[in-house]
């Protein structure tokens, strides 16, 4: 029998939605734009993409979607964030914008901005034992830095000795863009969870 392609959202309120989904359709998942909660509803996982976080995080009040995304993340829906999508899954956000909201779900701070303003961006070539023994090629933008890691957060790889990328239960999170490098296996990882949980 064939199985079903997975069933994922990504949010597309803000940021670099297209580059996530043309990952996800290449590794055969069935992709839609999240905007509101209907279409929350019909998705078995949720990519937050790179973007600005402040940003994702106003406009997910303004379209309703933010409440429905909090819960169905403490309902342990499969959530992949990249950059500022790891910036919104993190319960404590550090240099946050006064007003400023992650959905929360992962037991770390995060640092907005961590390794400088725009000019600061930078490539690296990272090991990831969780992924294999090849690197990661990894493109850093604005990007945030985990400061404190809960007790069942699993750290998948560092830059300069700092965290940039965990894990903790379904939610998978990384400081810098695999969907802008042609790097499948955190997407291919994302997707595993997915079909683990909805059964599919
Ligand atoms: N600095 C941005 C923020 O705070 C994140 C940058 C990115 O996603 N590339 O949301």
New binding site residues.
Partial sequence: MVRPAPRVGVLALQ?DVREHVAVLEALGADVSLVRTPEQLDAVDGLVLP?????VIDKLSRLFEVREPIVARIADGMPVFG???GL?LLADRILDGLPSQLPFGGLDVDVR??AFGSQVDSFEAELAVPALGEEPVRATF????AVERVGDGVEVLAHVDGRVIAVEQGNLLGTAF?PEVNGELRFHRRFLATVERVSGA
Avoid: D, K, V
């Avoid at 933008?141 to 945030?144: N, Q, V």
């Fill in positions: 940021g790179g973007g600005e976080s402040s990249t950059c500022a910036i907005r901005n933008i604005r990007a945030p863009h």
